[in-house]
């Protein structure tokens, strides 16, 4: 086959030229012959277009440096404060550690008092132990009287009769009242000896806080009304006032009572019963003395 059967087959367009002048023509004809002044202008409308674009990619670019920027020092100042609360964190530990210790060297130092205190007394039992007894003290139970009035009678009467069959072990009439004097007479003196001991006198030490409606209360009446609370077995002491907030102030009074005779909840119904100026009536400390 020829070059130009070869070509023949193919599908080429030869006159393409032609229909691109045909084209350019009638353009031409519809707008008019294009002069050079028009492609000068053309060509710098197209010289501006590609000013702007280089000019928005380079602003687009100082955007990303921008932002990288920022993003760099966003993460320096991170790391930064990761490593700061890092280094805090390991100074407090280290404080705490440092406190175990001595904590510890305290705990040491008490346990090793208590085991020479523990090995003293053990040296001291083990002393008592082989020490022998140089007189045994005897533990003397107290009988009752009608069993030692018994005994006497029966020395009595062993001394008056040889026959033991005629002893009588509990006595005569006269002994049983003998015997019942002698432990009236015992009870007695026990009761006045116990009368003669000191009683002693539970007392309790109590902090009370008396709380005014407002500010507006005139506190000083207040602790008047409160001091005025008279009872057996009840004494005032110091007071102070103490701030609660927004200008209000509580009434913190210390007062000594006897346990059998006044107790909290007496002193708060009486209290309470200036219901002009106390609002409410707290325990805040109780002791006892």
């Known amino acids: ?33 294009s002069t050079p002044q028009q492609k000068d202008k053309d060509a710098n409308a197209i010289l501006q277009d590609i000013a702007n674009s280089r000019k928005t990619i380079q602003q687009s670019l100082d955007r990303v440096k ?18 700061s609360s890092h280094a805090g964190g390991d100074q407090e ?12 060297q305290t705990l040491h130092k008490v346990v090793e008092g208590m085991r020479a205190a523990l090995l003293k007394l053990e040296s001291r039992v083990a002393v008592l132990e082989k020490t022998p007894a140089t007189a045994a003290v005897p533990c003397v139970k107290a ?6 009035i018994a005994k006497e009678v029966k020395v009595e009467n062993g001394d008056d009769e040889d026959d033991d069959d005629d002893i009588d072990l509990f006595g005569s009439d006269e002994d049983n009242e003998e015997a019942e004097r002698l432990k009236q007479e015992r009870l007695e ?16 030490s109590i902090v009370l806080d008396v709380k005014p409606w407002d500010d507006e209360t005139d506190m000083a009446k207040l602790e008047e009304y409160v001091r005025s609370v008279q009872m057996d077995g009840l004494l005032w002491g110091a007071s102070k006032l103490v701030p ?10 210390n007062c000594v009572v006897e346990d059998d005779k006044v107790g ?15 609002q409410s009536v707290d325990v805040a400390a109780f002791n006892k003395i």
Request: glycine fraction near 6%.
């Open 1 to 33: 086959m020829s070059g130009l059967q070869c070509l023949a087959t193919e599908s080429v367009w030869f006159e393409k030229h032609h229909y691109d002048e045909a084209e350019k023509r009638f353009y031409e004809g519809v707008n008019g012959p």
């Open 66 to 83: 921008t932002a990288l920027h920022q993003a760099k020092g966003r993460q320096q100042k991170r790391q930064h404060r990761n490593s």
């Open 93 to 104: 530990l280290v404080s705490r550690m440092k406190s175990l210790e001595l904590e510890n």
């Open 143 to 148: 009988a009752p009287v009608q069993a030692t």
């Open 189 to 204: 003196a026990y009761a006045a000896k116990k009368a003669k001991k000191p009683t002693l006198i539970a007392k309790s």
């Open 244 to 253: 609660v907030g927004y200008g209000i102030k509580k009434l913190q009074i």
């Open 264 to 278: 909290t909840d007496i002193l708060e119904e009486e209290i309470t019963k200036f219901e002009d100026f106390v």
